[in-house]
């Protein structure tokens, strides 16, 4: 079974500003007003917060440590105060340790905000998405940077479109199988140091390391590049996780699946995998039977269940009174083929 | 289970010869072999897995040793770390 060391589990504590702008301005098309000197104000939590309230005077329980979200509702708040009492209102908030502020549907900010912004180091951006679509999506951005992330030594291919991890014992040949299946026209989405990232509920991204990125050791030639060797259709970025599949040494005394009705689980991080353990044997090929699992998983997937299907051929077999000729052709008709 | 912290001592940090020479020795035993740094917990019988810690000199990593043979094991490799992969 899969075992994952705390060590391996890591999260980020927080982003800096500047990180976050460098990585969504061409996403989220922020505009940068202020300057850059509150660029180092860090980031902690993924949750927005839109201080409508907290301008008006309302300051208990303000949220400032959040990423402030100025709507129309803000704006329009400020614009029918007079300048005195806008310049009160924003440096009410001011006050607060805030990481910055993104202003939606291209409303510009007031010269007092601006001013002010750039004398409190809070960075100001502009935005032309409405506050609900930037909303949504910053969350998202935010949820997967503070998201848990995984580290796992196995190999991360994509069969049929379905993600399979690849487990077991250091020289058991993850990495062949890997190569192997990428011969066979599947994509390596990476190899020995995979990363998992839980993303929502219920779902696991895999990824490489940007270092690690499909290179690949074969024990006894070295390091290889998958994506040179065979080309872009070979591998892929990212993946979601859908099967772990431990290789082991076929051992005796474990018991291996027989019928396959009743699907085995791992736990990574809170989330349930379908998991299948696979003996090792000379003459068995561990390439086609990925294959096949990954195709089962498919057929499963859309409702189907070959285990299911034939228990229940079989129980209507013991049901049935008269048994008939137990050969599955009930009459060779001059057909000698 | 055996855990250490190394640091790493020498300049050029942990670069592909010692990477190498630390898989090597680790091969050598059944003992499961892992190193943790920033998050990351890789194998350490495998060389993509040491060589993508890229660790620089004065970092700490933190090996971990499970298995039958792991005090040998645990005394060798800790052993290299110590004495700076043999380097300047």
């Given amino acids: 079974m899969i075992k994952i060391d705390q060590k391996a589990v890591s999260r980020k504590e927080f982003i800096t500003v500047e990180f976050f702008y460098m990585s969504t301005r061409n996403l989220f098309q922020l505009e940068l007003y202020s300057d850059t000197s509150g660029f180092n104000r860090k980031i902690f939590e993924q949750n927005l917060h839109r201080p409508g309230l907290a301008l008006a005077g309302f300051v208990d329980l303000f949220s400032f440590s959040r990423v402030q979200v100025f709507g129309n509702t803000e704006t329009q708040y400020l614009s029918q105060l007079n300048k005195e009492q806008r310049i009160k209102a924003i440096e009410r908030i001011f006050q607060f340790n805030i990481p910055c502020i993104i202003l939606t549907d291209n409303n510009k900010p007031f010269p007092e905000l601006l001013e002010l912004s750039n004398k409190y180091k809070i960075p100001l951006f502009g935005t032309p998405f409405s506050t609900t679509k930037l909303v949504y999506f910053v969350s998202d951005f ?188 009930e009459y060779f008709e001059h057909d000698f083929e | 289970m055996i855990e250490k912290i190394v640091k790493i001592k020498n300049k050029a940090g942990l670069h592909t010869r010692p990477a190498a020479t630390i898989v090597k020795l680790a091969s050598k035993y059944k003992c499961e072999f892992f190193i943790a740094k920033d998050g990351l917990n890789i194998n350490g019988k495998s060389i993509i897995g040491v060589m993508t810690l890229a660790a620089e000199t004065g970092s700490e990593l933190i090996l971990t040793f499970e298995g039958e043979d792991e005090q040998l094991a645990s005394d060798e490799i800790t052993d290299f770390f110590n004495r700076g992969f043999d380097e300047p």
């Fill in chain 1, 142 to 329: 935010l949820d997967d940077q503070f998201a848990e992330r995984i580290s796992i030594h196995g190999s991360f291919v994509d069969v049929y479109g379905t993600g399979m991890l690849f487990i077991g014992k250091s020289g058991i040949g993850k990495s062949e199988v890997a190569l192997d299946l990428v011969e066979r026209g599947h994509r390596l989405v990476a190899d020995d140091l995979i990363i998992l990232t839980k993303k929502g509920e219920g779902i696991l991204m895999g990824s490489g390391t940007n270092m690690g990125r499909h290179f690949m050791e074969i024990r006894g030639l070295g390091i290889i590049d998958v994506e040179r060797m065979f080309g872009i259709r070979a591998i892929r970025y990212q993946k979601r996780l859908e099967i772990v599949v431990e290789l082991e040494i076929w051992d005796d005394n474990t018991e291996y699946t027989r019928t396959g009705l009743d699907q085995e689980h791992v736990t990574i991080s809170g989330i349930d995998i379908p998991y299948v353990k696979l003996p090792i044997l000379p003459g068995k090929n561990v390439t086609v039977i990925s294959e096949v699992i990954s195709l089962n998983y498919l057929l499963k997937h859309y409702g189907y269940k070959a285990a299911e299907s034939f228990q229940e051929r079989l129980n209507k077999k013991i049901s049935e009174k008269n048994k008939d000729d137990m050969r599955g052709v």
